[in-house]
């Protein structure tokens, strides 16, 4: 009886110590902080499980944690309760500036023989994903601790109004958000004579939905989560040319992941833009057709000139990324050196 009990106690010792040991070695794993305003059940979570899979298969293992509320998420980055961060292109800028520039408006955005050639500012987009996945570009993905691990399409992003008649008269005395008071869009909400309403990610559509705002911004993925054809109602629609296009990005700290990570996640998201642009495409073909609101003439081209011309001016104001805007300019005219703009030195010579 003795003997049994001392063999039971060490097969107890063993297990207890197997799954300590298992705990500790989850610990000591990075985290990524995934923002999801479905949480764990959400698309973008999904994305990030079979990204995380990949990576293990690479040599590369971190966890995951999922977040709601993406305020929240980026809080506990900033506090190290998180060594990466998996959101919003417009959140992950103030760490790392330059591959935020392909979301600045129209700077991936292409007008062919007077029309939006939406595959053709894919394409800027993916060659602008690419360029940032070669080893070369490692100095442009990179600042102090702080490192872009990749570039996740989200596709155009469109005005969604309350009432289309705001195209006619302009935007001036429009409720717009300005998510968490971010002074790049506070300076672009006062240059269209709009007025700021505070929101986030997690609460823009909802103000929309309920007439606090008067027009939103939003790729079209949003439009079904949202349910923002409340808000667009039958006055509403959503407008065909798209003010930029979309990103997420992973952000993380280098020194808390192994040497190379960060190249070879790049990498793998690049390889992956072609399958995420389809979600996108299917997005925006689930949006009625009767909502959309479509553009005149050759507005498409003068919009992309006062695009343009509000990207050099708030580059000067320091808004902007100089050179990130003189990277987009490049890969911009590579795919459609035919552009007039291609012909201006306005952000290239700075």
Known sequence: MTLSWIHAGRRWALALGLLLGASAAQAALPTLCVWDPIG???QIFGVARNYSWAMEA???KFQLRAYADEAV????????????LMATTMRTKTWVALPAAIDYPGAATVVRDGKIDVKASYEVVRRSVKALADPVAQKLTVQGRHEVAGIIPAGPTYLMMRDRQ???RGLAGARMPAFDNDKLMLYMIAKAGGVPVSVNTRSFGTAFNNGHLDVIFAPAVAFKALELHKGIGTKGGVSRFPLSFATLQVLVLSDKFPAGFGLASRQYWSEMFNTLVIGAERAEAAIPAGLWVDYEGDA?????????????????AGYFSKLGLKFMKRVRCGVHPGAPDCASPLEIQW
């Open 40 to 42: 764990r059940g959400g």
């Open 58 to 60: 690479k040599g590369f």
């Open 73 to 84: 998420a980026v809080e506990d980055f900033k506090v190290g309760q998180c060594d990466g």
């Open 166 to 168: 705001v195209l006619q």
């Open 300 to 316: 498409g081209l003068q919009f992309v000139t006062l695009q343009r011309d509000a990207r050099v001016e708030a580059a000067k």
